[in-house]
């Protein structure tokens, strides 16, 4: 690799052609910082894995150049992958009070928190790492106090702008800084590294307004107990529903880990205001008269086991839904969760609630925290940037995206649509993309992180499609006469019942296999294990059609 | 079970509380008529199981007193279940000439052809099941030859609407009946069994015109190449690509064993109309002027192995993609498919095609085959019924269509929301629904039907997650001493190389609890094999927060 001697480099370690484990890297000369450390949920084919992290090489083979991690806001896959960062990289953490609350949370599960150095900003602090100096804007988005960054280096001035989309009526005063902004704009940007979630959206993301009014409404109609489910990071909806709940006279529950931890933090550090004494323990809702509480709740995505998941099929200990209650969701499916959230919805209908859910305009209870195409094209057109780097998105996004920034003026050619780990140079203020540095996936699963690699997860997915047969056989050392068994264990093949006659087949489909090695006179195990999985895998799928991991195991006395 | 004299019965095999395997079944006195025999496809928690087909326990104990399985048109989700069916089950099969095609492709895979009798008939046919007297009439749908079922009985009218919309301006004449269906409503409906797949859907469905426009209009665009994904089965659509061809006067390939298999039985029979010397084969496209051909491919749900999936990771042999090229999604991803979807669809821009894809108003190139909310109320206005069950439907589905048939006119306690097995019961004009039969899902895994119970599959889940571990160990008969092992073996568990040090571990374990054992006098297996479960597990769970299945194989010689 070259020289890094007065070279600004930008690259992605996550985040890039994913939604999930954003890390994006700003290096100059011998500086590095660092840009957020997400996780990311594993689909159903990474079987077993918890989360998912970025690949940590370069960064670990550059440690003693990196400066700081700034984190822009506090979703988990800005923040998920900090616990098993810190536990390979020990660096200062910057972000603003609320999100620094969220890290310290899961600083503390991980016994993390006391060897880190965490550092609160604002969006009026000012940093300075090496030649890089750095400063904030507020930007609004779907969690309290966003940031979005300008770094200003000997090169020129790269924005990042956090996740966010302009909420010109937010709840809790959450406004962006478009003035800030402006200024940045025309001081100059030399390269724009801008979110595209909604690249695909059209129009102006609706405003967090939209749901105050509905929850508004419907709070006024609701008879019975009000159950409201959202992400418990969504202060600013939580607070509409505080707000609500206050004007129709009812108390305010929580129910779930996360929303008990999360609006306990937003509260100790005065980003949820509320009136003393209107929080109720749980196990005192069902004693209440229905029409004087409502229930915060976790479970928004259809995860069974949170809270709402357990309301919905009568499995929550200390709070019942009866007929006559109502359910609003305040959330979307995450894509993949769909299925999950309508059979919650389904159970919900049969307790006889009145269930509220969707985005439609005149009902809906959710709003996106993500710009659309003119929330986009408002921040390129205030930035005015002569390089743009679309990030946090798939590609089709990345793509829409800069269609969008080529419609308000920024050249083709000077759009970077990069992969993790593609790296942007920029010397003499041209910009250039001709290398990379190792980028991916690192698994996590239990405690061990990374340990777990393509075999280990093909041999999962066999086992779980048709599970496997131990074939147990014991042989004389001289004579290879059979002493003991064969005898075939399965697991996850099929009913014992009706795989009976299969397995006394396939014990004299091994013998007779045996018989022929011994007279070919073969004796080394590989080749003896090789042909018994063969006989009997063909065997088994004649019969069966399904293709079981098979297991020989010989033992020489 | 009381008898069966006079008496009307109606209930469901499935589909309901699902969108899958639709088996409806009327059964008066001793006469039993079977619509429907649908597959549903299982989701991830089910693993390895391929498909999902009704319980048909009832069936099989009544089988001499059913007469007919009326097919109302030719989806998976109402034939797929058709070949495990006959294979216990030897009914004649009724259905129009399209949807007979469709079910011959299937009895020729399964070779059940010979032996079942396929009875053809069209929205003018009568049929006499004993004292059930059968006629229908045409719905529209997204696929040809759709039939509504009017069961004419000693109890009154018993109406069961097929899968429909009202589309007024369907391509290839498939036009609803509604003359018929207001004569229906007018001669008395006594029980109205209609579908709720939209039920939450407000207004009316577009029609199929509106992809049409919107296909003509992406033809005269596009420059490249043309490829159009959608179901083999909407001939309907089929046709407007071969319209939008002629016109723009390309060639038209298919690709994809359905696409070929589906288009030809609607060619053979009538269903599609295009010119002599059209199709040209898969092989000969690249050879091709790229404006002088559209392509036709399967995928469109975002199957990785099927053409389109194969084209947009470059893997199809005969065939590719490349810039300029236009590629149509004409389909919308069933709820559980998004993700698979989105995949291709970034692979297809990577590749530089223009992807056209959404179901948008202003290009949107698929509408619903199924009715919304003002289509239902069109259907339960022109029958007027007495009692109403909606099927065919998630369960708030379910809940929002009573909503509408009480809001034109149902009686709410008319209205029967069932479950699968719940019987409805009719004697002298009188519903009731007090009673059930066994129903529920039976799995097909490989070629065995219903074997693979919960404990396989609970088997496999632990499986997926966390791997196994086999304990080998052999035991001499009488002093209990250790001869060989043990030998600890893992499959999905961790890497070999992370993992050595804790199998040696685990072995140390094993030869520990086996002197405990000895010391204790336990010669029990069963516990034994407990013993070593729990010491092994508790030791892997500690080091590894993994819970992986533990297998100790015990030899005694």
């Not at 992958?81 to 953490?93: D, E, H, Q, S």
């Not at 931890?261 to 980003?271: H, K, L, P, Q, T």
């Not at 809906?364 to 094209?377: A, C, I, N, R, T």
């Not at 022929?516 to 895998?537: A, D, H, Y």
Request: glycine fraction near 8%; aromatic fraction near 6%; proline fraction near 4%.
């Amino acid at each position: 690799m070259r020289t890094h001697e007065n070279l600004l480099s930008i690259f992605a370690l996550g985040g890039i052609n994913e939604i999930g484990k954003n890390m994006y890297v700003l290096q100059y000369s011998d500086d590095i910082v660092i840009i957020d450390c997400g996780g990311k949920f594993p689909d159903e084919s990474l079987l077993g894995i918890d989360l998912i992290i970025p690949d940590l090489t370069y960064l670990e083979e550059n440690k003693e150049k990196i400066r700081a991690l700034i984190v822009t806001h506090g979703h988990e896959d800005h923040i998920g992958g900090i616990p098993y960062f810190l536990k390979k990289l020990n660096v200062p953490i910057y972000s603003t009070h609320f999100t620094l609350g969220l890290i310290e949370l899961k600083l503390e599960e991980h016994r993390l928190i006391r060897d880190t150095k965490l550092v609160t900003i604002d969006s009026e602090s000012k940093l300075n790492f090496g030649k890089i100096h750095v400063s904030f804007f507020k930007v609004s988005h779907s969690i309290p106090d966003c940031l979005g960054i300008v770094f200003h280096t000997p090169e020129g001035n790269v924005v990042h702008t956090g996740d966010f989309k302009f909420d010109l009526t937010p709840a809790n005063h959450q406004s962006p800084d478009i003035h800030k902004m402006a200024e940045i704009g025309k001081e100059g940007v030399l390269v724009l590294i801008s979110e595209s979630t909604n690249a695909e959206r059209t129009g102006l993301s609706p405003s967090e307004q939209m749901v105050g009014n509905h929850m508004n409404e419907a709070f006024m109609k609701a008879e019975g107990k009000i159950f409201v489910s959202t992400f418990a990071s969504n202060i600013n909806r939580v607070q509409q529903v505080v707000d609500a709940a206050i004007k129709t006279k009812r108390k305010l529950s929580l129910l779930g880990r996360s929303m008990v931890n999360v609006v306990s933090v937003a509260i100790e550090r005065g980003y949820l205001t509320l009136p003393e004494g209107m929080i109720v323990e749980a196990h005192e809702v069902d004693k209440m008269s229905p029409e004087k509480v409502v229930i915060l709740c976790t479970g928004s995505q259809g995860e069974p086991m949170a809270a709402l998941g357990r309301l919905a099929t009568g499995n929550y200990r200390d709070v019942s839904i009866y007929p006559g209650d109502t359910v609003i969701l305040a959330a979307s499916p995450i894509p993949g969760n769909e299925k999950d959230v309508s059979r919650i919805i389904d159970h919900l209908f049969e307790l006889g609630a009145n269930v509220i859910y969707g985005s439609g305009s005149t009902t809906g209870m959710h709003v996106s925290g993500h710009g659309y195409q003119e929330d986009l094209k408002l921040m390129l057109t205030l930035m005015k940037p002569t390089y743009f780097i679309p990030i946090h998105g798939e590609y089709r996004m990345l793509y829409h995206h800069r269609m969008l920034a080529e419609s308000v003026g920024v050249k083709k050619e000077n759009t970077f649509i990069i992969k993790n780990g593609d790296v942007v140079d920029i010397e003499n203020s041209i910009a250039n993309q001709t290398r990379n540095i190792p980028a991916g996936d690192t698994y996590v699963d239990g405690i061990s992180v990374g340990d777990v690699g393509a075999i280990v997860l093909r041999d999962r997915k066999q086992l779980s499609e048709d599970g496997m047969l131990v074939i147990v056989l014991t042989l004389s050392k001289l004579e290879r006469k059979i002493i003991s068994g064969p005898d075939t264990i399965s697991r996850g093949f099929m009913y014992v019942r009706d795989s009976d006659d299969h397995l006394r087949e396939i014990n004299t489909i091994v013998k007779k296999t045996v018989k022929e090695l011994n007279e070919e006179n073969i004796r080394q195990w590989n080749v003896m294990k090789q042909k018994i999985r063969k006989s009997v895998g063909q065997y088994v799928f004649t019969h069966t059609k399904r293709k079981p991991m098979i297991l020989p195991i010989i033992i020489e006395i």
